[in-house]
């Protein structure tokens, strides 16, 4: 028996609409995000305590990975989470670590702070969303991330500082590796406004 050419269309559209909800777009929901340093201040000097008062401790040291978003498809229907095998507190430490290390500093991370620094960085706040949008043909992701941290000189705090970036961008090609690259350029720009004035104050 010989199927209707009609017929054979019906369920094609059928199957491609299957795909289009259902988000089929590549996208890789292992997140890792490989930091390079952007920062060029060069007036560092000495020690630096470098504390994460914003993880927690007792999650960190049990979990294997974090979920830091989700993807959803066109109508807005969760398919899938994005996980991390870092939690974000120590996403934003090791970047801290790379650009002032860079900036001359000597780092030292603890997870207890010490009696009267000399100097000291208490990253307080992290807050991380990163998001995709999944369709068949492209896949769209938005990243926010916002940090504070409390700058001690000389065992007192001088100075409370909260950074935040937002950003966006899809892809067509290479759409498994979206998710991480913004994630990256998001950091890059929350160290790109915060190291050059954490240095300035250190250094005063």
């Keep these: 028996m010989t199927r209707h ?35 060029f201040t060069k007036k560092g000097s000495g020690d630096l305590y470098l504390v994460t008062s914003a993880a927690n401790p007792a999650t960190d ?14 109508d807005g229907v969760k398919i899938d989470d994005l996980l991390s095998t870092m939690p974000p507190a120590g996403m934003v430490q090791d970047a801290l670590s790379q650009e002032l290390r860079r900036a001359g500093y000597n780092i030292i991370s603890t997870t207890t702070p010490p009696q009267a620094p000399g100097k000291m960085l208490d990253v307080v706040q992290v807050q991380l969303t990163l998001n995709q949008l999944s369709s068949l043909t ?29 950003t966006t ?28 004035e954490i240095v300035n104050i250190l250094e005063q």
């Design 61 to 74: 040291a049990t979990a294997i990975r974090w979920v830091i978003g989700s993807v959803t498809n066109r």
């Design 169 to 196: 961008d899809y892809a067509i090609k290479d759409r498994e590796l979206l998710a991480g690259s913004l994630l990256r350029s998001t950091m890059q720009e929350v160290m790109t406004q915060a190291v050059p």
């Design 138 to 166: 492209d896949v769209e992701a938005k990243c926010r991330l916002a940090i504070g941290i409390n700058v001690w000189k000389k065992g007192a705090m001088v100075k409370k500082l909260h950074y935040e970036s937002k």
């Design 5 to 39: 050419p009609l017929g054979k269309l019906a369920i094609l559209l059928c199957f491609l609409a299957l795909l289009t909800n259902a988000g089929c777009a590549a996208y890789s929901s292992q997140i890792a995000m490989l930091y390079d340093p952007v920062t």
